[in-house]
């Protein structure tokens, strides 16, 4: 079992920059990346960006250019550094581990942009 918990979202004014963390715990090892996924309401969950152990990330269209995704793997967490945020940007901010069994999702974090 791998355990994530997220931190970090909140309402910021559009332009504004949020940082959103998340801690891993538990069978750690078995995780080969991290991700950040989000989903809005009425929409599907979709990938926001990813990086993987050996450090190769992935951003969404949306996100290039002004997300960016880091670990500390000393700390076993991922950090997504969200900055010149948009209304568009406003959904329900997930962490996810990918593993060689099953996915792990942790539980969300709300980021709402004001126009």
């Known amino acids: 079992q791998v355990q994530l918990v997220e931190s970090g979202g909140g309402l910021v004014q559009a332009g504004g920059s949020l940082r959103l963390s998340c801690a891993a715990s538990?069978?750690?090892?078995?995780?080969?990346?991290m991700g950040w996924y989000r989903q809005a309401p009425g929409n599907e969950r979709e990938l926001v960006a990813s990086?993987?152990?050996?450090?190769?990330?992935n951003y969404a269209d949306s996100a290039r250019g002004r997300f960016t995704i880091s670990r500390d793997n000393a700390k076993n967490t991922v950090y997504l550094q969200m900055n010149s945020l948009k209304s568009e940007d406003t959904a329900f901010y997930y962490c996810?581990?990918?593993?060689?069994?099953?996915?792990?999702w942790g539980q969300g974090t709300q980021v709402t942009v004001s126009s």
């Open positions: 996810n581990a990918r593993t060689r069994g099953l996915p792990y």
């Open positions: 538990g069978r750690i090892f078995s995780i080969n990346a």
């Open positions: 990086i993987t152990n050996g450090g190769t990330t």
